[in-house]
């Protein structure tokens, strides 16, 4: 192994963070007899699962400490009885779309996401879309209040969900509905989404002539930003930005990797920079085994981590954080578990999810049904009750 030569430092910096929170819900439809749950729903709240329910273990399990916490019996019985009805509409608009692709057979996955954001402005945002086998179907546009149909056969539902009205009952769902339930969420969790933990970064590179990375890990609420240096000039070219992922512990973790010869590391300082708001002290790491940690009060609680990477780089033979996301199942006339304090990682389009008040035990994972669709705007995986769908549109 080459030793590390550079520095990671910690220190106030004042880079704002704007204040965005987003409930997200992901329902999933696969044709019977597979191995797969016929349906599956997920919630999430600002990145963080809630619940997930399925057709296979036919109940709701929840996911958060705070969703457990919370009192609002009547609001977890209606939310799970809305998911029961979403089984139904989702299975029936999965046949209705295998009709307009002339199939009457064979393995198909109908998936649908709802989205609504709130900023700290009060600014609401919505979004809605339709996939199937793992490609676009459908999506909705609420400033022309119009269905987006990027395959023919879509074209069908399309006029009948315009023709119907159904579009301006969509919007009032995503911009009020939606919006009512994610502030009402966002405090019940405020304890828990208001939280800032720093990340730790490393940097890497599995021999001389692999790309360095730049990888930062364990630090919430999600936003975070890395960016790098050549020569204390910002670099672009060459630099390739992953997408942000959860861990296991509620966490999240990101990594951009830097494309170079190593002529050029030789002869350039290269720098990366990381900045989220948990970051709020003074850390400096070299290659010295007696380096001490110095911590700096200060005021604000946004943070910078600049990560000096000079001649030669750690060569690590294995990847320094690897995120494995698993699938889980429940679902059919809803049940509510109880706690149980395994808290099992969801990252899949078909986890199914959903609030009720209580955590309950892990269910057996199941493998990934279709990707997850291609949505506008910023993450993935968020908390409670999924949309029901009669709320949304008539079938397909």
Known sequence: LLKLSGILIFHAYGFIFAATHYLQFLLTGVTPGTSFPEFSAVGQLDGEQGGYYDSTIRTVILKADWVKKSKDTEHWKM????????????????????????????????????????????????????????????????????????????????????????????????????IGWLQKYVEYGRSTLERKVAPEVSLFQKDSSSPVVCHATGFFPKAVMISWQK??????????????????????????????????????????????????????????????????????????????????????????????????????????????????PVQTPTQALNPVPTLAPTPTPVPTLAPTLPLTTVSRLALNAAPSLDAIAAPC
């Not at 990381?274 to 380096?291: I, N």
């Open 231 to 344: 020569n204390g000039e910002d670099l672009n070219e060459g630099v390739e930005l992953r997408e942000t992922v959860p861990n296991q512990d509620g966490t999240f973790q990101k990594r951009s990797i830097l494309t170079l010869s190593p002529e050029e590391l030789n002869r350039n300082q290269y720098t990366c920079i990381v900045q989220h708001e948990g970051l709020k002290k003074k850390l400096q790491v070299s290659d010295r085994t007696d380096e001490a940690l110095s911590d700096v009060a200060g005021e604000e609680s946004v943070g910078i981590i600049v990560g000096a990477v000079m001649a030669v780089l750690l060569v690590i033979t294995g990847c320094a954080g690897v995120f494995i996301s698993k699938k889980k199942t429940t679902s059919a006339p809803v049940k509510i578990l109880n706690p149980t304090p395994t808290l099992a």
């Open 79 to 178: 939310m799970t009885q809305r998911i029961f009805e979403d089984q139904q509409l989702v299975m029936e608009r999965l046949g209705n779309i295998m009709k307009h692709f002339n199939q009457t057979e064979g393995v198909h996955t109908v998936q649908w996401v709802y989205r609504c954001e709130l900023d700290d402005d009060g600014s609401k945002r919505g979004y809605m879309q339709c996939g199937y086998d793992g490609e676009d179907f459908l999506s909705l546009d609420l400033n022309s209040l119009s269905w987006i149909a990027p395959v023919p056969q879509a074209l069908i539902t399309k006029h009948k969900w315009e023709e119907t009205g159904h579009v301006r009952f969509q919007k009032h769902f995503l911009l009020n509905e939606c």
